[in-house]
C-alpha cells in the first residue's frame, strides 16, 4: 500500500480533452487522480476524440478563455498549485498563455522553495515531424529555463537542444545542453529509439538499445553545476500504436516524481534538486520512472490482449474477399478504438505498479567522476 | 471485491465542467471511473469553479458545440453507450440538444431493449427557487418520458409533475404522476425534507421524516401497470453544505443501478424494469441507492472532518476583533473550498461501501396489494 497514494497533491493540468478516449487531461486527469491527486484540468481543446481516428469535431480554445479561467482560479483564492503539468497547445498564443501561468506560479513560490514544480511536455511533434504550428518551437524554447521537469520525445529533444541524436553520445550532448544552455533541471527523453547502424560508437550496450523491440528513457538530474547525472530504463515494446501513452507517461511521472521526492526529503529544495552526491540511478527521477514505467507495462499488456481479441474477431468476421474502401475504413476506427488505452479498468497496476524490478533504472554516467560505471557491456 | 467493480459500462455524461473543484462531470467522471466505467463527457459549460463561490469565469457551451461533438463521436463509430447521464444545462437549447442526442441513441436501441438507459437529472432549482432560464421547465418535461430514471430533488420533482409535495400522500401522487402521465419508469427524489406540523396524516413515521437532521431519499419503480412501488431510505444530514452532491449521488447510481440491474438479469429488459412481484424494498434501485448512500456518508463524513478543521484553524487565527468585508469574504473563499466533496482521496468508499446494512430500503407501499407491509409505526 505504500505506493498506492502519492502525498496530497494539488496539480493545474492544461492540456486536450476529448470525450471519447484517453489522451490529453482525460488520460492525465484520471491517473493522477488514481494516484490520489487533486486535479484542476483546463483543457486546450474539446475534442470528440482523438486525431488517430482521422476525423475529429470539435474547438480549440483561444489563449484568451485559458488566461480567463487562469484569472476565475486566482480570484477565488483556487490557484495555490504544488505542480503544474502542461500538455499539448494548439497554438504558439496558448503555449505563451501557459508560459505566463507557469511564470506567475513560479514567482509566487520564490519564498518557499520547491513549493512549485513545472512538468512540462513539449508537444510538438513525433518521427521527425512537426504536428503544430512551427511558431511554438522558439515559444517552446524560451519557456525551458522556467520549467522544472520537461518530458520531450527524442524529435522534441532535438527541435529544443539543437542536437541531433543519433547515438548516445549526443544524446548525452543533447541533454546536457538542456541542463547548462536552457537551465532545465530534470530532462526525460522518452521513446528512444536509436539507428545501430548509424552509431560511431558502436557498443553492446547500445545496439540492445537500437533493436526494434526495445524502447528506452534516458533521464536526468542536473548536479549543481548542472552536469548531466544520466540514467536509463529500457523496456519491451508493444507492436501496436496506442495514443496517449505520452500522457499516462507526464501525469503518472508528475505524482511519481513528488512521492519520490517526499521519500528523499526534498519537497522544501528548489526544484527538488538532489544532492550531488546521488548516483543517477538512485535519483528519485529514475525511481518514479521505474514505478511509472511498471504501471504502464502491466495496462499496456492488458490492452494489447483487448485489442489483439477486436482484431481476431475482426479478421474472422472478414475473411471473404477483397475489402472495400468503407470496410477498411471501418476496421481502421474499430482498430483504433481497440487501441484505447484501458487505463479505467486497470486502476490496480497504476495505483500499485507490479515487477518494479524488472524496471531497473541504470547509470549511463560512464567515467563520470564520483558515479560508479554501471553500464551494462 | 463483488461491490469494486460494475459491469462494463459506456456512459456519456453530459454536464458542465469546472476547473477546481468537483461539481458536475468532473464530480461524476471520476465517481464513475473509480466505479470501472467508461465516461466519455461533453461538457455544458467550462468554468473555472462553482457558484458557491460567488464569483466565476469560463464559457457556457452553445447547443450548436455539443451536437457538434455528437456527431463526431457518430462519425468514429463511437456513440454505442450503455447509458446517458445528463445534468445541468445552461439553456432551454442545451437541453434540446441533450434531448435529441437521448432519442437518437433510445431509437438506435429499439431492437435490443435494455441496451440503453437514460439518467436525467432535471437540474432546475432547490428550496423554491428557480435557478436555470424558465424555457428549461417545459423542456425538461416533455422528455420525461424519454428517460429510464430521474432524479430530482423535491422541489424539481414538484415543478415536473405539478402536485405540491407537503407530506407522504402529495410525495406519492407525485410520484404516480411522473408514472403514468410522465411515463418514467423510475423515479428517486433526493433531498426530501417534510414539514412535520403541515403533514394531514400525521404518524411516527412521519415525524422522522420530517426531523431536521434527517433526510430521506424515496424512490420508485413503477409496475407493469405503472403504479408506483415506493421505498425510502432516511439518512443523516450533516450541517454543512457540500456542493456537488447531487452529481455524486447521480453518478453512482448510474453505476450502481446497472451493476444491481445485471445481478436481477435485468439488463435485456426494456428499461430495467423490475418484475410485478418484486417488492419495494427489493428492487434493484433500493439495492443501488443503498450503496450510493452509504458511499456518500462516509465521503460527506470525511468531508466534514476536513471542513470543520479548515473552520477551527480560521476562528483560532481571526478571534481579535470584528471582521471586515474583506476578511468575510475570504472566510467564505477558504469555507467553500473545504467544503469540496474529498472524493479523490476516498476512492475505496465509493469502490467499496462501508456500512451498507445502516442505509436499508424501507417499503412505502401501505397497504399496496402484493407488497409487505413494512412501513415503521
Given at each position: 500500500?505504500?505506493d498506492?497514494?502519492?502525498?496530497?497533491?494539488?496539480?493545474?493540468?492544461?492540456?486536450?480533452?476529448?470525450?471519447?478516449?484517453?489522451?490529453?487531461?482525460?488520460?492525465?486527469t484520471?491517473?493522477?487522480?488514481?494516484?490520489?491527486?487533486?486535479?484542476?484540468?483546463?483543457?486546450?481543446?474539446?475534442y470528440?476524440?482523438?486525431?488517430?481516428?482521422r476525423?475529429?469535431?470539435?474547438?480549440?480554445?483561444?489563449?484568451?478563455?485559458?488566461?480567463?479561467?487562469?484569472?476565475?482560479?486566482?480570484?477565488?483564492?483556487?490557484?495555490?498549485?504544488?505542480?503544474?503539468?502542461?500538455?499539448?497547445?494548439?497554438?504558439?498564443?496558448?503555449?505563451?498563455?501557459?508560459?505566463?501561468?507557469?511564470?506567475?506560479?513560479?514567482?509566487?513560490?520564490?519564498?518557499?522553495?520547491?513549493s512549485?514544480?513545472?512538468?512540462?511536455?513539449?508537444?510538438?511533434?513525433?518521427?521527425?515531424?512537426?504536428?503544430?504550428?512551427?511558431?511554438?518551437?522558439?515559444?517552446?524554447?524560451s519557456?525551458l529555463?522556467?520549467?522544472?521537469?520537461?518530458?520531450?520525445?527524442?524529435?522534441?529533444?532535438?527541435?529544443?537542444?539543437?542536437v541531433?541524436?543519433?547515438?548516445?553520445?549526443?544524446?548525452?550532448?543533447?541533454?546536457?545542453?538542456?541542463?547548462?544552455v536552457?537551465?532545465?533541471?530534470?530532462?526525460?527523453?522518452?521513446?528512444?529509439?536509436?539507428?545501430?547502424?548509424?552509431?560511431?560508437?558502436p557498443?553492446?550496450?547500445e545496439?540492445d538499445?537500437?533493436?526494434?523491440?526495445?524502447?528506452?528513457?534516458?533521464?536526468?538530474?542536473?548536479?549543481?553545476?548542472?552536469?548531466?547525472?544520466?540514467?536509463?530504463?529500457?523496456?519491451?515494446?508493444?507492436?501496436?500504436?496506442?495514443?496517449?501513452?505520452?500522457?499516462?507517461?507526464?501525469s503518472?511521472?508528475?505524482?511519481?516524481?513528488?512521492?519520490?521526492?517526499?521519500?528523499?526529503?526534498?519537497?522544501?529544495?528548489?526544484?527538488?534538486?538532489?544532492?550531488?552526491d546521488?548516483?543517477?540511478?538512485?535519483?528519485?527521477?529514475?525511481?518514479?520512472?521505474?514505478k511509472?514505467?511498471?504501471?504502464?507495462?502491466?495496462?499496456?499488456?492488458?490492452?494489447?490482449?483487448?485489442?489483439?481479441?477486436?482484431?481476431?474477431?475482426?479478421?474472422?468476421?472478414?475473411?471473404?474477399?477483397?475489402?472495400?474502401d468503407d470496410?477498411?475504413?471501418?476496421?481502421?476506427?474499430?482498430?483504433?478504438?481497440a487501441?484505447?488505452?484501458?487505463?479505467?479498468?486497470n486502476?490496480?497496476?497504476?495505483?500499485?505498479?507490479?515487477?518494479?524490478?524488472?524496471f531497473?533504472?541504470?547509470?549511463?554516467?560512464?567515467?563520470?567522476?564520483?558515479?560508479?560505471?554501471?553500464?551494462?557491456?
Amino acid at each position: 500500500m505504500a505506493d498506492a497514494q502519492v502525498p496530497e497533491t494539488h496539480v493545474l493540468a492544461i492540456a486536450s480533452h476529448v470525450t471519447s478516449g484517453y489522451v490529453g487531461n482525460t488520460m492525465a486527469t484520471f491517473c493522477m487522480q488514481t494516484l490520489g491527486c487533486e486535479v484542476s484540468a483546463i483543457h486546450t481543446v474539446n475534442y470528440s476524440n482523438h486525431v488517430a481516428y482521422r476525423r475529429v469535431r470539435g474547438r480549440k480554445t483561444p489563449a484568451a478563455e485559458i488566461t480567463d479561467l487562469y484569472a476565475g482560479l486566482k480570484s477565488a483564492r483556487l490557484n495555490d498549485f504544488d505542480m503544474l503539468l502542461s500538455g499539448y497547445c494548439p497554438s504558439a498564443e496558448v503555449v505563451e498563455a501557459v508560459g505566463h501561468i507557469a511564470r506567475e506560479l513560479r514567482l509566487a513560490s520564490t519564498l518557499k522553495p520547491g513549493s512549485f514544480f513545472w512538468v512540462l511536455d513539449p508537444v510538438m511533434g513525433d518521427n521527425g515531424r512537426i504536428y503544430v504550428a512551427e511558431e511554438c518551437v522558439p515559444v517552446y524554447r524560451s519557456l525551458l529555463k522556467d520549467a522544472d521537469l520537461i518530458l520531450p520525445n527524442q524529435f522534441e529533444a532535438e527541435l529544443l537542444s539543437g542536437v541531433n541524436i543519433n547515438d548516445m553520445a549526443t544524446m548525452r550532448q543533447a541533454i546536457a545542453t538542456l541542463h547548462q544552455v536552457h537551465r532545465t533541471p530534470h530532462v526525460l527523453i522518452t521513446s528512444i529509439r536509436l539507428p545501430a547502424t548509424t552509431s560511431n560508437t558502436p557498443s553492446a550496450a547500445e545496439e540492445d538499445l537500437a533493436t526494434s523491440a526495445k524502447l528506452s528513457v534516458v533521464g536526468s538530474t542536473a548536479t549543481s553545476d548542472m552536469k548531466p547525472r544520466l540514467f536509463r530504463i529500457t523496456v519491451t515494446a508493444l507492436p501496436i500504436f496506442f495514443s496517449g501513452t505520452g500522457d499516462m507517461f507526464a501525469s503518472l511521472m508528475s505524482g511519481r516524481l513528488r512521492q519520490a521526492a517526499a521519500s528523499a526529503g526534498l519537497l522544501t529544495t528548489k526544484s527538488w534538486q538532489s544532492p550531488d552526491d546521488v548516483l543517477p540511478q538512485d535519483l528519485p527521477l529514475a525511481r518514479a520512472a521505474e514505478k511509472v514505467l511498471a504501471s504502464m507495462h502491466a495496462v499496456l499488456k492488458d490492452t494489447a490482449t483487448h485489442y489483439n481479441a477486436v482484431v481476431e474477431e475482426w479478421t474472422e468476421a472478414h475473411s471473404n474477399g477483397k475489402a472495400g474502401d468503407d470496410e477498411v475504413d471501418e476496421r481502421h476506427l474499430r482498430y483504433t478504438r481497440a487501441a484505447e488505452v484501458r487505463v479505467v479498468r486497470n486502476a490496480g497496476p497504476l495505483r500499485e505498479p507490479p515487477d518494479v524490478e524488472d524496471f531497473k533504472a541504470v547509470s549511463l554516467n560512464v567515467g563520470w567522476e564520483g558515479a560508479e560505471t554501471t553500464e551494462e557491456v
